[in-house]
């Protein structure tokens, strides 16, 4: 409950208040916080106005961000995990908002987690690629141009397998799109590490990413992606040289994207050294270094 949340600030005393979540919590906590002077900040990393449509509630995205300006407007400062989403902020009145990009961790995600033995599980016969999906399997992921491409591909292709490593409330209906795709359900730790790191191309159509966490991972474990020209997808994979960058909910460009990194093997291994290498400079160190470096603009104790 809200009132108990608010008696555990009460108790803990902070120096700045970070919440993350535009809700009721959020609305309360800057209430407490203007009573009592200390700064607050926030994270925008939910595209909520987008997903509305996904759900037929697109009539309601004048309201939800009217309501997102009126809260983040009064908070000291809006951080987002990327350059596009700090533009769109600022595009609809956030003025105080600012990039605070996300990080990848390295140990985690690598391409020493490659599996000769999975491959050869996954890859029968002719086959010789992985394609390779890992999120939430929920609508506004864009799941509907993920099958489309699927069937693309399966229709004009024999040379690779689809593997999607997620689960969600879309899954039920989602999985009879993609007849013949593997479905591994949700993965974690070291069983996700092998499954990035032993695949050739990340396919993630979703244009509601704020920063694309799974691109960053994908990357960092020595995959090429193939991602919406959308959000924040757009600003980690450069076009050309670290990956493909496609028009938003068209399959067809998807598809054509994937075919020329599955018939252009030299290519696909020019962009996956470059990729690694952008990878790597996105750290969880640099990440809270400057989160570090935004509080003390207020003058707060570390």
């Not at 990848?104 to 491959?119: A, G, H, I, K, Y």
């Not at 591909?153 to 690779?160: A, C, G, I």
């Not at 993609?178 to 499954?195: H, N, Q, W």
């Not at 980690?236 to 998807?254: H, S």
Request: charged share 25%.
């Amino acid at each position: 409950p809200t009132g108990f949340r608010i008696f555990a600030i009460k108790k803990f005393k902070p120096d700045i208040i970070h919440v993350h979540s535009p809700d009721t919590i959020a609305w309360a906590a800057l209430k407490y916080a203007k009573k009592r002077h200390i700064p607050i900040i926030a994270t925008h990393h939910t595209e909520f106005g987008k997903y509305l449509a996904y759900y037929h509630l697109g009539f309601l995205k004048k309201p939800v961000w009217f309501i997102l300006k009126k809260l983040y407007n009064k908070m000291n400062l809006v951080t987002t995990p990327s350059p596009v989403i700090t533009k769109e902020l600022i595009d609809h009145g956030i003025d105080n908002a600012q990039t605070l990009e996300w990080g990848v961790d390295s140990n985690l995600f690598n391409p020493c987690f490659r599996s000769d033995t999975l491959r050869k599980k996954f890859l029968p016969g002719e086959k010789r690629n992985i394609i390779l999906y890992v999120s939430r399997l929920t609508w506004e992921k864009d799941l509907k141009t993920l099958a489309e491409t699927y069937q693309l591909l399966k229709k004009h292709r024999r040379d690779f397998v689809m593997i999607v490593a997620g689960d969600g409330p879309a899954r039920i209906k989602f999985e009879p799109m993609m007849p013949e795709a593997t479905f591994l359900g949700y993965i974690k730790g070291k069983e996700l590490s092998e499954m990035y790191a032993s695949s050739d191309i990340f396919l993630f159509p979703s244009s509601t990413e704020t920063f694309g966490n799974v691109t960053a991972e994908a990357m960092s474990s020595g995959l090429v992606p193939v991602v919406a020209d959308a959000g924040g997808s757009k600003s980690l994979v450069e076009q050309g040289k670290t990956g493909f960058l496609a028009q938003p909910k068209n399959a067809d460009d998807f598809y054509k994207k994937v075919c020329l990194l599955l018939d252009n093997p030299e290519l696909r291994e020019q962009m996956r050294n470059t990729g690694l290498s952008f990878a790597k400079n996105l750290t969880w160190d640099k990440t809270f270094e400057k989160l570090l470096q935004i509080y003390n603009q207020f003058n707060v104790k570390k």
